[in-house]
């Protein structure tokens, strides 16, 4: 099989199992980027997510992944659905990638492990390994390299047709296959996430503080959010830079019914959540990325913006 045929293959795969944007970049190291990564976590704009210092060196370097790769695939799966979030301030938010019955790792997986089947099917010679995002590799600068988006001011991929509203992963194959090119920063002159970003975390052009991120305090903080910080009705997530985002306007919607937002969720007030106890919480959100704030991230995510709303 020759390479462009090879290559249409692995595209028609992918397609046929439900991604969007299939793209090829050109395995290296990634030395700025790495420069760029260190710098951010000696500042500690990576709060204490402490993660993110490990495996610096496998993150920047594809090969320690997989010594022989000579590809690396990029995809691209839509979750984004016609819902909106209600404008009613007695109703919390949850961000839309979080709506689902289950989590977004374990359907990606589920995919990319029977792909990357079909795929070394093809020859006796191929050999693959996917990621999505809680492996080692910077999907969102690959995603960049192979032409899926361009880095938005908002520090999310941006994809003219689609917006951003897609998961990221990869698979690193030892074929050499024509790569794709990268495409125009489309942003220009618009600050729309920066402006509306209601804590200052954007503060700079794709540059993100995760100390004042919304996201990162109802998520992955363990610890108190800061007085200050308000949460402005968010309980798990944050979507305002990318709901305010034009490329985000273009009504294109998953057909993945997993990632659709579950009826049991939908138009609960807080008290009606704060009533959950703890078995309700494992119950209602077990499979889910939800599950990741755990319990007590709940309940002080809810109880803080549910006073926020209660002063305003």
Known sequence: MTGNNLKNSIVRICKDSGFSLVKFSKPEILKSEKSYLENWIKDKKNATMKWMENNIEKRV????????????ISLALLYDT???????SNLPRISRYAWGKRDYHKIIKSKLKQICKDIELLSPEIKTKFYVDDG?????????????????????VINPDLGSYFFLSEILINMELEYDEPIEDMCKNCRL??????????????KLDANLCISYQTI????????????????????ICQEV??????????DENLFFPREELTNKSFDDLLNYTEKDFNETFSGTPVKRTKYTGWIRNLKKAKSEINKN
Do not use: Q
């Open 61 to 72: 370097n594809p090969f320690l992944v997989m010594n022989d790769v000579k590809s690396i």
């Open 82 to 88: 016609p819902v909106l979030h209600s404008d009613d």
């Open 136 to 156: 080692p590799m910077m999907d969102k600068v690959w995603a960049v390299r192979s032409g899926i988006g361009w880095m938005g001011k908002n520090t999310n």
């Open 193 to 206: 996430c920066l402006v509306e970003c209601p804590t200052g975390a954007l503060y700079d052009e794709y």
């Open 220 to 239: 992955e903080n363990r610890g108190e959010i800061p007085d200050d910080l308000n949460l402005n009705g968010w309980i798990f997530g944050c979507d």
């Open 245 to 254: 985002c034009p490329y985000n306007s273009k009504g294109v919607f998953t």
